[in-house]
């Protein structure tokens, strides 16, 4: 398998990652009218899909142990189990996380909800992992706690008529954060020990993992929406357009990319798992990019609320930068 060493291409590896689950949500936003649960059936394909497109090609050249089909047929039944419960946790933190995007909007439900689970993520990764040097990985984090802040206040004066739905997106992606920062550890567990699960082999079983969790949990909230809206069934999957299902394939594809790159990353020793997840979650700052300048999420908010976005980027501009050289330096 492809396994990156040098920490510059493990560097580039984290922000391909970033990049990419900072956009995947874009695809959500090109089906207006969609309801995000049916959307995240095709979602999940894709995640499927692409976790063995990367298996079969970057996880499978060269061969060695943790080559994709080797180590699959090598890995014990507990690394298995570590990777399909971060698939299931997962799933349920990226359903709170598609319902907040649907009611609050990329440039609030990222940094809210992904901006947490990079606190979580990252304390927990750190005591099973330690690596890099703790006082920039540490308060790099505490910079990304005061851009969240930033962020929640920002949104609160944009809100001005609908306190009751803004209350509840802000609910949502905090509940969605705390659970985002709690899989990545389970793929930590994953992929660590004997008889463990390589980087490209971990994303197959947690793909896996998220899609047997999807059954159960999307159709629930297909009868009972978070959102508010109305109940949707099967028979609206199949009636809706053939565009919106290829977004849909799309997003989990660029998600699940992004996963593997992370994954990769994490797998390299200079780096370890506290470090590539932080740097991954910068993906908070890609999306409220996207939210902010393209879809103008921000546009008729008051002069007050737009003068604490500059803020919000600065916070989490620096906070990453600490922890992108935690690394390295020594503990």
């Not at 497109?53 to 690394?79: M, Q, R, V």
């Not at 389970?186 to 899609?211: D, M, R």
């Amino acid at each position: 398998m492809y396994q990156p060493e040098a920490y510059a291409i493990a560097l580039l590896f984290m922000i391909g990652s970033m990049l990419c689950w900072g956009s995947w949500a874009n695809t959500m936003k090109l089906t207006p009218g969609w309801a995000f649960q049916l959307f995240y059936w095709d979602y999940v394909i894709g995640i499927i899909a692409a976790s063995l497109l990367w298996g079969l090609t970057l996880g499978s050249i060269g061969g060695g142990e943790l080559s994709f089909l080797t180590n699959i047929g090598t890995a014990d039944a507990t690394h298995i189990i570590f990777a399909l419960l971060g698939g299931a946790v997962f799933n349920v933190a990226n359903l709170l996380l598609v319902a907040a995007i649907d009611i609050a909007g990329l440039a609030v439900a990222f940094p809210i909800g992904i901006g947490l689970a990079l606190v979580v993520g990252v304390l927990l990764n750190y005591f099973i992992a330690p690596q890099g040097s703790p006082l920039l990985l540490f308060g790099g984090v505490l910079l990304v706690v005061l851009a969240i802040v930033v962020d929640a206040l920002a949104y609160r004066r944009r809100e001005t008529t609908q306190k009751t739905l803004s209350a509840r997106g802000i609910q949502i992606s905090l509940a969605c954060g705390v659970l985002m920062g709690v899989f990545y550890p389970l793929v930590a567990k994953a992929i660590t020990g004997n008889h463990s699960l390589g980087p490209y082999s971990v994303a197959f079983f947690f793909a896996l993992g998220t899609a047997v969790c999807a059954v159960p949990v999307n159709y629930f909230l297909m009868r009972r929406p978070l959102t508010g809206g109305q109940p949707v069934s099967m028979a609206d999957y199949g009636k809706g357009r053939a565009a919106w299902h290829g977004w849909g394939i799309l997003g989990g594809m660029i998600w699940c990319t992004g996963a593997v790159l992370n994954f990769v990353a994490s797998h390299a020793h200079i780096i370890g798992p506290a470090v590539s997840y932080a740097i991954g979650q910068g993906a908070t700052m890609i999306s409220a990019i996207w939210g902010v300048f393209v879809w103008k999420e921000f546009a008729s908010a008051p002069p007050g609320a737009r003068k604490l976005i500059p803020l919000m980027f600065l916070f989490f501009l620096v906070g990453l930068g600490a922890v992108a050289v935690a690394p390295v330096f020594p503990r």
